[in-house]
């Protein structure tokens, strides 16, 4: 009967040496993302809270209890369901998207005109543009809403949120300014040379190259419409089928103040659409926000 051969006494403290230099790694690198882990959960559970809420019976999310006993995923289908709400995501789909086409097709020429032309007035033109970013709506919404309500009869629609987004916006102005003064001159120079006027150099040239801060203009005002709570308030109360999701959204937990389950699913379902395009954005998002604030 033969023995079977011994491992040799080297390997043994070898392997040791590698779990215990593996775990050491995984507890480094805990401690070094510790207060990133603990930001994350900070952030993270109370969409955790309001997922598990919204699949829990009527009962169940009147109490304490965090996990649901019964999965209730008709939820959301009551709640896609319910009267108006299909119009409110219409609505505010249209806001969001004709507003945030219409604030990058007005902003970015101007911004061009503050960052690559001379002329006589350009610094006062940028102060007055930095001085609207500091201007809040509330100083100018009596007079506007008598504007758009009094003299164009407008009011129980959203055209008085949409329609001044054509004529450009402060914040997106100077986003894309900052970036398009970290484009090089010289390529605006060699398309002149080619024969290209100002309009055909914008379009062809400095377009392209400046889709990361076009993409974060986007996403700011996108989000931004799509948030919208007190534009709607102030212009679309009055008619329900001009109604926005975030305003809709106040109608419905006040019909259903007891039904915090059916509360929580229309809750996800008006941030879903912005949650997921921001993680499928975030690269373009991070990298146009980063460089726009390269050069001054």
Not at 25 to 46: E, K
Not at 148 to 158: D, E, M, N, Y
Not at 162 to 189: C, H, N, W
């Amino acid at each position: 009967m033969t023995l079977a051969p011994s491992l040799p006494t080297k390997v043994v403290p070898r392997t040791l040496a590698l779990r215990a230099a593996r775990r050491k790694a995984v507890l480094n690198w805990v401690a070094v993302h510790s207060l990133a882990i603990a930001a994350a959960l900070f952030f993270l559970l109370p969409f955790v809270f309001v997922f598990l809420t919204s699949v829990m019976t009527d009962r169940q999310a009147l109490t304490s209890d965090l996990w649901p006993h019964h999965w209730q995923w008709s939820n959301y289908t009551k709640v896609w369901n319910t009267d108006g709400f299909l119009t409110w995501w219409r609505n505010t789909l249209l806001y969001a998207a004709l507003g945030t086409a219409l604030t990058i097709a007005s902003s970015l020429p101007v911004a061009y005109a503050l960052a690559r032309f001379r002329f006589r007035g350009r610094n006062l033109a940028l102060m007055a543009v930095v001085s609207m970013m500091m201007l809040p709506p509330q100083v100018t919404v009596i007079p506007m809403y008598l504007f758009w309500a009094k003299q164009l009869h407008l009011s129980g629609t959203l055209w008085p949120l949409i329609i001044p987004m054509a004529f450009g916006d402060a914040f997106s102005i100077f986003l894309l300014r900052q970036f398009l003064l970290t484009i090089p001159k010289e390529y605006v120079e060699a398309a002149r040379i080619d024969g290209c006027g100002e309009l055909r150099t914008l379009l062809r040239v400095i377009l392209p190259m400046a889709r990361p801060a076009i993409a974060a203009v986007a996403l700011f005002q996108f989000f931004s419409c799509w948030n919208d709570y007190f534009g709607p308030q102030i212009y679309a109360s009055e008619n329900p089928g001009a109604w926005t999701l975030s305003y809709g959204l106040e109608s419905f937990k006040g019909a259903h103040h007891t039904n915090w389950n059916l509360t929580m699913a229309a809750t996800l379902l008006v941030l879903a659409p912005v949650m997921i395009l921001f993680f499928l954005a975030q690269r373009a998002f991070v990298e146009g926000v980063t460089l726009t604030g390269v050069k001054g």
